[in-house]
């Protein structure tokens, strides 16, 4: 196993000791001495051996009569090179985001606004709150920091489930995603919305892509957010994925109403955890968070700096 395969396998073991199984086969991203190339293992033991160079997620999603639990299945054409690093999993994928499709979504919501009743009011609406997350190329993979605004007094992690969906807009597969966001700026003004969300180092995605026909039954899946600062856990909350009130393929449907997506997408479909409301991330927090059988997304928290000024991605 590659050393950052490695450290994605024992970031999931970390804070109860036990060994896990090695969970469904996934889909990956990884570094090589060619440039990305996608591989496949267990979400457990982290990436084992490599597709054929052709083989990429952009036309595996394009070309919707590909099934992702077929291409996890197959075998690899070589093994994952040693010490080769975990990218984030999404190619020239959008990033897109529903809002308050939880109870306890809704009433933080409320909490951090000025005024009015917006939130009620999308919560119960037929239509739901979607927004624009990240362009290609702007997530943060596994390991990779995730950002707060340099002018926000209050920064939260915001831990989602996300589906990727390919050109047909069928669901194909689950990944995990961190929607930072600055709740002091968009309580301030709903209207400054994509200021509090759409940042350099607002979104994190991975560690992997586990395939519908791989993954548990969501309403069995519950995701949990793990915040340590200075050695010590500040935030430690789950809750169950059941507890969503729209469903990820009406979410889905609504996004794709206007929209066209040529090599798919990727939805994150909203939170239900939310920190106390005298918490705020610091810069050296340590974010993780996990769904079993989907893995672990683990992240270090910096001040925000647009790509361009601090490197790109390799």
Request: glycine content about 10%.
């Amino acid at each position: 196993m590659s050393g950052s395969a490695r450290r994605v396998a024992e970031s999931a073991l970390a804070g109860d000791g036990r060994k896990p199984a090695v969970g469904p086969l996934a889909l990956w991203r990884v570094a090589t001495d060619d440039g990305a190339r996608l591989a496949t293992g267990f979400v457990n033991t982290g990436p084992r051996g490599l597709l054929t160079a052709d083989q990429t997620l952009d036309a595996l999603l394009g070309a919707p009569c590909q099934s992702l639990g077929d291409v996890v299945r197959h075998p690899a054409v070589e093994p994952v090179p040693d010490g080769a690093r975990i990218l984030v999993p999404i190619e020239g994928q959008e990033v897109w985001a529903a809002g308050v499709t939880f109870e306890r979504s809704r009433l933080a919501r409320n909490e951090e606004a000025v005024s009015g009743d917006i939130y009620d009011r999308v919560y119960a609406a037929e239509r739901p709150e979607l927004f624009f997350k990240a362009r290609p190329g702007s997530c943060r993979g596994p390991g990779e920091p995730i950002a707060i605004r340099a002018d926000s007094t209050w920064n939260v992690p915001e831990p989602e489930l996300g589906v990727i969906v390919n050109a047909a807009g069928d669901i194909v597969a689950y990944t995990l995603v961190n929607d930072v966001s600055s709740r002091s700026i968009e309580g301030e003004n709903p209207l400054y919305l994509s200021q509090a969300k759409v940042y350099a180092g607002s979104c994190a995605v991975g560690p992997c892509l586990v395939p519908v026909s791989e993954a548990p039954p969501l309403d069995d899946m519950l995701i949990e957010l793990r915040v340590v600062r200075d050695g010590h856990t500040v935030v430690r909350e789950h809750v169950a994925l059941n507890e969503m009130r729209r469903r990820p393929e009406d979410l889905v449907s609504w996004l794709r109403r206007g929209l066209d997506f040529p090599v798919g997408a990727l939805l994150a479909t909203g939170t239900s955890i939310v920190p106390p409301e005298q918490f705020t991330l610091e810069v050296g927090d340590r974010v993780r968070i996990a769904v079993e059988h989907l893995g672990t997304l683990d992240s270090t928290v910096e001040i925000s700096v647009p790509r361009d000024l601090c490197g790109a991605d390799a």
